[in-house]
C-alpha cells in the first residue's frame, strides 16, 4: 500500500533519513521504533507530504506521491504535537475539518468523538487545552474520515490510562477491518498485543523490519520490549 | 478554498488589531480633510500618511499572522489539499481583509470629500500597496523560519522602501549629477512601489512643478495613458512576483 524507495533527507548536516526502504500492506498494524532522534517523525512527515525528500520515492497505492495531494484523503494522521488555530474551539475545529474534507461517501465516524467526552468540550478554545485533551482532538481527527491508513505518531504519550485503554481498543478495532495502521511510540509494553510488525530505525537507518513473530522465535524472548533490547544489545557491541 | 479564505477572514476579523487600524485611518483621514479648507490639500497630506502607514501595517501585520498560523498551516497541509491553494487562500484572506481595512478607513472619507479621478487614482494605488506589501511579507515567512528574524527582516524591508530608498536616489543623484540622469530616475522609481504611487499621484496634483526638469521628465512619461499603463503594470507585478516566488517556494517547504 506504501512503498518507499531508497529515501534520504538531510537537515543541513544530520541525515534525518539514509536510504530507506520500506513496505507496507494493507491489514498490518507497523510499529515504528528506534530511539529519539532516529528519522521516525521524518519518515512518517515525509509519507504525509510534509517533508520532501531529498531523493528516492515514495509510492502510494503504486501512485507517486510528489505532486499529488489528493492521497492524502485515504490517511488520517495523529501527529506527536497536535497544534490547533489558538483561537478556535474545539467544535469550530471539528467543523472546519469536516467542511475541508467534505465528501459525500464517506461516513464519519465520531465513536472516538463521543467516548473522549470531546462533545460536552466543545466550546472550549484550543488555548485553554491541557495536552492531554490535545491528544485527544489529534485522534479523534485522524480517525473522522475513517481513512484507509492511520499514522499515529506517539498516540499515547499525555494522555491518561483511561483515554490511553480506550485509543488502544480502537486502533484493535479498526485493524480488524483490515486498515494499515502505522504506530510509533516509545513505550513498547503498549504495543505488544496490537502490533503485527516492527520497524526498527536508528540514526536514520533502516535496522529492521519484521514480522513479530519471527521477531519472538529469533530472540526467544515473548515480551517484545525484551525482544527489542536482545536485538540492540546484539547490534550495539 | 473559498473555504480557507473565509476561515482566514473571520480569524481576522476577531483579531482587534486590524479594526484599530481601519480606525486609525477613518480618524486620520477625516480629520486631514477637515483640517484643510482646500481638499486637494488634504490629498495631499493624506497621501505622505498612506504611504508611510499603510506599508508598514500590512507587512508586520501579515508577517506576524503568518507566523502565528504556522499550527494552522501545518494541520492543513497534512489534509487532502493542494499546498498552492493553501498558500494562496492565506493570501487572498490576508489581502482580502487588509484591503478591506484601508477601503473603509481611507477609501470611504476619499470618496466623501474628493470623489475626483485623483481621489480615486489615490484609493486604487492605496490598494494596490497594500497588496504588494502582504506579498513582499508572504516572501519574507516563507523564506525564514525564525519569528524573531523574519519579523526583523519585513521591519528592514519596509525601513529600506519607505525611507532608505529615496536617500539612496539622493545620493545617486548628487554623484552623478554631471550627467543627465532623467531618463534613469524614471527606471530607478519603478523599482519602489511606494515612490511609483507617489509619483503617481504627485503629477495629478499639479505640484510636480516643484520637481523641476525631472518632474517635467516624470510628467512627460507618467502623464500619458501609456505611462499610465506602463506603471500601473509594474505595480501589479510587484504583487504578482513575490508572490509566485514564495508559492514556488512553499511547495518545497518543509513543515
Redesign the interface.
Known amino acids: 500500500m506504501i512503498t518507499v524507495t531508497n529515501v534520504k533527507k538531510n ?1 543541513g548536516k544530520l541525515a534525518a533519513l539514509d536510504n530507506v526502504s520500506i513496505q507496507c500492506n494493507r491489514r498490518e498494524c507497523i510499529a515504528l521504533i528506534g530511539p529519539n532522534g532516529s528519522g521516525k517523525t521524518t519518515l512518517i ?1 515525509s509519507m ?5 525528500p531529498d531523493s528516492g520515492t515514495i509510492l502510494f497505492n503504486q501512485k507517486n506521491i510528489a505532486h499529488d ?5 485515504h ?1 488520517g ?1 495523529m ?1 506527536q504535537i497536535g ?6 474551539t474545539i467544535g469550530q475545529v471539528f467543523d ?2 469536516k ?3 467534505k465528501d459525500e461517501s464517506i461516513q464519519l465516524d465520531e465513536e472516538l468523538y463521543v467516548e473522549f467526552g470531546l462533545d460536552k468540550l466543545s466550546d472550549k478554545r484550543m488555548q485553554t487545552l491541557s495536552g492531554g485533551t490535545r491528544q485527544k482532538v489529534s485522534a479523534c481527527l485522524a480517525f473522522l474520515f475513517n481513512p484507509d491508513v492511520l499514522i499515529l505518531d506517539e498516540p499515547t504519550a499525555g494522555l491518561d490510562p483511561v483515554a490511553s485503554e480506550i485509543l488502544k481498543e480502537k486502533i484493535n478495532r479498526e485493524k480488524e477491518k483490515g486498515k494499515l495502521i502505522l504506530i510509533t511510540s516509545h513505550i513498547l509494553s503498549e504495543l505488544d498485543d496490537l502490533v503485527t510488525h516492527i520497524i526498527f530505525m536508528q540514526d536514520g537507518k533502516l535496522k529492521f523490519h519484521k514480522p513479530i513473530d519471527a521477531l519472538r522465535s529469533e530472540t526467544g524472548e515473548i515480551k517484545l520490549s525484551k525482544a527489542i533490547a536482545s536485538i540492540m544489545l546484539k547490534t550495539t557491541p | 478554498m473559498k473555504k480557507i479564505i473565509k476561515f482566514v477572514i473571520i480569524d481576522i476579523l476577531r483579531n482587534k488589531i486590524v479594526l484599530v487600524y481601519t480606525l486609525f485611518l477613518l480618524i486620520t483621514s477625516l480629520s486631514v480633510f477637515n483640517l484643510e479648507d482646500n481638499s486637494a490639500k488634504g490629498l495631499l497630506s493624506l497621501l505622505n500618511l498612506i504611504l508611510f502607514i499603510v506599508p508598514l501595517v500590512s507587512i508586520i501585520f501579515s508577517t506576524i499572522y503568518i507566523y502565528n498560523s504556522s499550527e494552522f498551516i501545518e494541520l492543513l497541509v497534512s489534509q487532502p489539499l493542494q499546498r498552492k491553494n493553501i498558500w494562496l487562500s492565506l493570501f487572498f484572506g490576508l489581502s482580502g481583509s487588509m484591503v478591506m481595512a484601508f477601503f473603509i478607513g481611507a477609501g470611504i472619507p476619499i470618496l466623501i470629500y474628493e470623489p475626483s479621478p485623483t481621489g480615486l487614482m489615490m484609493l486604487a494605488i492605496g490598494c494596490i500597496i497594500t497588496v504588494i506589501f502582504v506579498a513582499i511579507a508572504f516572501l519574507t515567512t516563507v523564506n525564514t523560519r525564525d519569528k524573531a528574524k523574519g519579523i526583523g527582516t519585513a521591519i528592514l524591508l519596509w525601513l529600506y522602501f519607505a525611507l532608505l530608498f529615496d536617500g539612496l536616489v539622493l545620493f545617486i543623484l548628487f554623484q552623478f549629477s554631471d550627467y543627465p540622469l532623467e531618463k534613469v530616475v524614471v527606471i530607478i522609481s519603478a523599482l519602489n512601489p511606494i515612490d511609483l504611487g507617489r509619483i503617481l499621484i504627485l503629477l495629478r496634483l499639479d505640484v510636480s512643478a516643484l520637481m523641476g526638469y525631472t518632474g517635467a521628465v516624470f510628467k512627460d512619461f507618467f502623464g500619458t495613458n501609456m505611462g499610465l499603463i506602463v506603471a500601473f503594470t509594474t505595480l501589479l507585478l510587484w504583487c504578482v512576483i513575490p508572490l509566485g516566488l514564495s508559492v514556488i517556494k512553499f511547495k518545497k517547504k518543509d513543515l
Open positions: 537537515f512527515k504525509l507530504g510534509m517533508v520532501v495531494w489528493k492521497y492524502r484523503k490517511i494522521y501527529p497544534r490547533y488555530p489558538e483561537n478556535m472546519m475539518m467542511s475541508i474534507r
